[in-house]
């Protein structure tokens, strides 16, 4: 039997914004339980993938991102996951794969995580495989905790180290306008800046969460579609370490709160910032107030689905 190959696959893959964010202890394996709801914006990553002899990979990118921090050698997550893909399904079979990445780098917006998933789909589609969606997602855990919900895209809950993933029923859509930052933060670090914290003032702020778990609150207002009743339930326990570490964005925050957002909140470990608009003509109102104080501000929307072929 042949296998036919495309000449090429185009696959998007979504960054995603944590709309709640409950961070538990440390584990034994450096990881942090923690507990959020995830929801995927329509900022995309677009990936071109093309038969080759091996897998290579090369970054380019659409927009203002800056992609000097990225790197094209193993250390990517895309080409680990399209190894990982080889690997597991027993083929020997290689992709080029062309990242245009619109997606902050190192901006706590699963830029990386939604490349990873996109070379999992586009690769997968490019040599035929036809993997099962779970056994995908199972590769996704392996790369990063946040890949799994870049594959499933939407709105859904994420447990364990965010990579145990239930979807969670939202209704309608929220504008978000984003406000990305020149300099990427760690995740590793903003972790560790909370642990800190928490260490400083275990006294007045008492042991972290047992079991981190979502507000129902939030579920109760992404189930309604409603803007007003979510903002007032957003949270991100990483916020206070990433401001810390970066005062500088509170005052962006100050900024965008008092330009008309209903809320904002730093996304993910950081440093980007997203401001929850009460419907669209309000969120291109509050682009337009930010551009003009001379912010970069993108309106972008959600939920939107996971990394799909194009
Ligand atoms: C903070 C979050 C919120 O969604 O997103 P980003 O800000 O990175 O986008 C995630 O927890 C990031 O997930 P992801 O970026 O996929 O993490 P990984 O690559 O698996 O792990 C990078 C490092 O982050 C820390 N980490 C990550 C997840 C977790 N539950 N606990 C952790 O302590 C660990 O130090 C780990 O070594
Ligand atoms: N495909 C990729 N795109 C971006 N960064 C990547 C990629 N693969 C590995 N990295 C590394 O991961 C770091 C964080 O990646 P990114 O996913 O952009 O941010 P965040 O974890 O804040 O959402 C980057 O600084 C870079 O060193």
């Known amino acids: 039997m042949t296998t036919h190959t495309p000449a090429s696959v185009r696959v998007r893959a979504p960054g995603k914004i944590n709309v709640f964010l ?63 893909l080889a690997q597991t399904a027993g083929v020997d079979r290689g992709a080029h794969l062309l990242i245009r990445k619109a997606v902050p780098v190192a901006g706590g917006m699963g830029g990386g ?12 589609a490019l040599w035929g495989l036809g993997m099962p969606m779970s056994e995908l997602s199972r590769m996704a855990a392996r790369l990063g905790a946040d890949v799994p919900f870049a594959l499933m895209g939407g ?18 859509r929220f504008d978000w306008v984003l406000v990305p930052n020149d300099v990427g933060m760690s995740t590793p670090v903003v972790y560790g800046e909370l642990d800190a914290h928490r260490e400083r003032h275990a006294v007045d702020i008492g042991p ?20 007003k009743m979510l903002a ?34 730093v996304s993910g470990s950081g440093p980007t910032l997203a401001f929850l608009a009460t419907d669209e003509a309000s969120a291109i109102d509050l682009q ?7 912010l970069v501000a993108l309106h972008v929307h959600g939920p939107v689905p996971g990394a799909r072929v194009v």
């Open 22 to 84: 409950e961070v538990g202890d440390v584990q034994d394996d450096g990881y942090h339980e923690l507990a959020t709801a995830f929801q995927a914006v329509s900022l995309y990553e677009e990936m071109t993938a093309t038969p080759a002899d091996d897998i290579s990979l090369e970054v380019s990118s659409r927009g203002p991102v800056d992609i000097d921090g990225v790197p094209t050698d193993d250390r990517n997550l895309a080409i680990r996951a399209a190894r990982l």
């Open 113 to 124: 995580s939604a490349d990873a998933a996109a070379a999992l789909v586009a690769c997968d």
């Open 155 to 172: 709105t859904a809950v994420g447990t364990g180290r965010g990579d145990e993933l239930s979807p969670a029923l939202a209704r309608g």
């Open 208 to 227: 972290a969460p047992r079991v981190p778990a979502v507000d129902p609150d939030v579920l109760h207002a992404l189930r309604q579609g409603d803007a």
């Open 232 to 265: 007032a339930t957003l949270r991100n326990d990483l916020q206070a370490a990433a401001l810390h570490l970066r005062p500088d964005l509170a005052r962006v925050l100050e900024r965008g709160e008092s330009s008309g957002a209903l809320a904002g909140l």
């Open 288 to 294: 337009v107030t930010l551009s003009a104080a001379g």
